[in-house]
């Protein structure tokens, strides 16, 4: 079965970091892009952030850029989002998701909270 | 980039069609044939239901269908149930160098 799992999520004060992980089993994420992304408390979807294959080519949101770095580790099979200089309107359920390409995400986690808030 | 704009409802009977649309720009939209849906159920991650502007992925309904004119693209549910009342969002592919965007959510109701 095909899963991914996030963790890491928490709250934060401002100006905070958090580290979030996504865990996949079930396929070999070595294979595709991948990607985050966050929905605000009764809000839309947002892309956060996505990672080719091989970790050559990162994209952001411009909401998050020098803020955000995501990278992997596809012997782990485990993607991670690094979130620096936390700010309120951070707060979201960050999911971890498989891209197959052209924006075809298949395949998402159940999310992970984070809160930011004094 | 911009979010695409969904309206923010959409209804419908049981057994009934209902249209959501989802409109972009001549940047991302308009440009690609790169459109997808997402369905979500309160409390759950989202689904995808239709990528590519049409194509439906294994295990996905028929009665979903998906198309685009000009920068406006368009989800279609035929016969309407009630398992289908949820938040569906359109996504758009925005450039090689861009993430994709998202349109703001359309919440369906299913009277």
């Known amino acids: 079965e095909v899963q991914l799992v996030e963790s890491g999520g928490g709250l934060v004060q401002p100006g905070g970091s958090l580290r979030l992980s996504c865990v996949a089993s079930?396929?070999?994420?070595?294979?595709?892009?991948m990607t985050w992304v966050r929905q605000a408390p009764g809000k839309g979807l947002e892309w956060v952030a996505n990672?080719?294959?091989?970790?050559?080519?990162?994209k952001y949101v411009d909401s998050v850029k020098g803020r955000f770095t995501i990278s992997r580790d596809n012997a782990k099979n485990s993607v991670y989002l690094q979130m620096d200089s936390l700010r309120g309107e951070d707060t979201a359920l960050y999911y971890c998701?498989?891209?197959?390409?052209?924006?075809?995400?298949?395949?998402w986690g159940q999310g992970t909270l984070v809160t930011v808030s004094s | 980039q911009s979010a695409l704009t969904q309206p923010p409802s959409a209804s419908g009977s049981p057994g009934q069609s209902v249209t959501i649309s989802c409109t972009g720009t001549?940047?991302?939209?308009?440009?690609?044939?790169?459109v997808s849906w997402y369905q979500q159920h309160p409390g759950k991650a989202p689904k995808l239901m239709i990528y590519e502007v049409y194509k439906r992925p294994s295990g996905v309904p028929d009665r979903f269908s998906g198309s685009k004119s000009g920068n406006t693209a368009s989800l279609t549910v035929s016969g309407l149930q009630p398992e289908d009342e949820a938040d569906y969002y359109c996504?758009?592919?925005?450039?090689?160098?861009?993430?994709?965007?998202f349109g703001g959510g359309t919440r369906l109701t299913v009277l």
């Open positions: 990672i080719k294959k091989d970790g050559s080519t990162k």
């Open positions: 001549s940047s991302d939209v308009g440009a690609y044939d790169y």
């Open positions: 998701a498989r891209d197959l390409g052209w924006c075809r995400v298949d395949q």
């Open positions: 996504n758009s592919f925005a450039g090689i160098t861009n993430l994709g965007v």
């Open positions: 079930g396929f070999s994420i070595s294979n595709d892009w």
